[in-house]
């Protein structure tokens, strides 16, 4: 019963999950606008979501060592395979790439997206509690 549940609601774990990464990959550009020769990131969401869907979970990265005598771990921080470096619109004389609409855009509508990702996460859990109780 609870692998039918886990198979239910995995695409909007794997979703919200890759969605919040992206929240902060965009916040990091906007926070770094004035920082000369910084190179604004972003990754392809729908890669990234069929990438993770296929594999069953949102993968770990694993921490790279330099020497033997380091402690074997990994980071449940990023679940991002490749993060791209955009290309800018117009080139800046500082070297920076940042482009504060577009990344206001892509934030507000990540945002947003994210937003609709929890109301149909709570519909979809609000219909199964339903199913659920008996009447």
Same mark, same amino acid.
């Given at each position: 019963m609870?692998?039918?549940? =886990?198979?239910? $609601? !995995?695409f909007?774990?794997?979703a919200? +999950?890759?969605?919040?990464?992206?929240?902060q *990959?965009?916040?990091?550009?906007?926070?770094?606008?004035?920082?000369?020769?910084?190179?604004?990131?972003?990754?392809?969401?729908?890669?990234?979501?069929a990438?993770s869907l296929s594999?069953?979970?949102?993968?770990n990265?694993a921490?790279?060592?330099?020497s =033997?005598?380091? $402690? !074997?771990?990994?980071s449940a921080?990023? +679940?991002?395979h490749?993060l791209?470096y955009? *290309?800018?619109?117009?080139?800046?004389?500082d070297g920076?790439t940042?482009d504060?609409?577009?990344?206001?855009?892509?934030?507000?509508?990540?945002?947003?997206r994210?937003?609709?990702s929890?109301t149909?996460l709570?519909?979809?859990?609000?219909?199964?509690?339903n199913?659920?109780?008996s009447?």
């Amino acid at each position: 019963m609870i692998d039918k549940l =886990d198979n239910e $609601l !995995r695409f909007a774990q794997d979703a919200m +999950s890759l969605r919040a990464e992206r929240q902060q *990959v965009l916040a990091n550009n906007i926070a770094n606008a004035d920082t000369p020769n910084y190179r604004a990131r972003d990754f392809d969401f729908a890669s990234e979501l069929a990438s993770s869907l296929s594999q069953g979970r949102v993968r770990n990265m694993a921490l790279a060592t330099t020497s =033997d005598r380091h $402690l !074997r771990a990994s980071s449940a921080g990023s +679940s991002v395979h490749e993060l791209l470096y955009r *290309v800018p619109d117009q080139p800046s004389l500082d070297g920076n790439t940042v482009d504060m609409d577009r990344e206001r855009a892509q934030f507000a509508d990540n945002s947003v997206r994210y937003q609709a990702s929890l109301t149909f996460l709570n519909n979809r859990l609000q219909s199964l509690k339903n199913a659920m109780q008996s009447e």
